[in-house]
């Protein structure tokens, strides 16, 4: 069975540095084109794709976004993480983790999602 | 704005058949990258309900279906029921994003 559940602060202040957690079970990133993605969605807006890394750590980032984003992962912890930098209130939604499997171009399975709130 | 333009809302009573359209272009549907669709009830994650055009994953009822022509795409939703009332998200690749890239969404309401 796969999961994937995202962490991370509630809150952040305009500015701050903002680092999510995706931690998934029943699959192997390191498995042969696997990927984890994240995902976000400002309150009552679409979805919006910010980062993915793959198997062999090939990174790829929104173009929009690129210059604010780090993503990484630890295979032996089962973890992906999600950096972002000089955050905005405009940042505020609700961001997911979601696996990529060998050869799909859609997300298979998502986290629950965690809703975080940029704001002084 | 999205990349992918969909309706912002679609409705149907029930037994009805409704279709959601999804529009990209030469740099994602329209140069061949297959369209995928999602489900998402308020506070869930989406969950994918069509991938490659027109496959379902075990579960989805075949009253789902999604076709793709030319820069578009489609879902249709035959026999409404009460329960497909959600929000509906397309989702292709996009080679000059070199990224994956949604739709803004389709409310559907079942009247």
């Known amino acids: 069975q796969i999961t994937l559940k995202e962490s991370g602060p509630t809150l952040v202040k305009p500015t701050q540095t903002l680092t999510l957690t995706c931690t998934f079970s029943g699959f192997s990133i390191s498995t042969n084109g696997v990927a984890v993605g994240w995902i976000r969605q400002p309150p009552g807006k679409a979805l919006e794709w910010l980062a993915l890394i793959y198997w062999d750590d090939d990174k790829l980032y929104s173009p929009s976004l690129k210059n604010r984003l780090t993503i990484t992962k630890d295979t032996s912890k089962n973890q992906v993480v999600l950096t972002m930098t000089n955050t905005d209130p405009v940042d505020a939604a609700t961001y997911y983790c979601?696996?990529?499997?060998?050869?799909?171009?859609?997300?298979?399975?998502w986290g629950q999602g965690t809703l975080v709130t940029v704001s002084s | 704005q999205s990349v992918l333009t969909q309706p912002p809302s679609v409705s149907g009573a029930p037994g009805q058949r409704v279709t959601i359209s999804c529009t990209g272009s030469?740099?994602?549907?329209?140069?061949?990258?297959?369209v995928h669709w999602y489900q998402q009830f308020p506070g869930t994650a989406p969950k994918l309900l069509i991938y490659?055009?027109?496959n379902r994953p075990s579960g989805v009822p075949d009253r789902f279906s999604g076709s793709k022509s030319g820069t578009a795409a489609s879902l249709a939703i035959t026999g409404l029921q009460a329960e497909d009332e959600a929000d509906y998200y397309c989702q292709s690749y996009d080679s000059s994003l070199s990224g994956w890239v949604f739709g803004g969404g389709t409310k559907l309401t079942v009247l």
């Open positions: 490659g055009n027109s």
């Open positions: 030469s740099s994602n549907i329209g140069t061949g990258y297959d």
């Open positions: 979601a696996q990529k499997r060998h050869g799909a171009q859609y997300f298979d399975y």
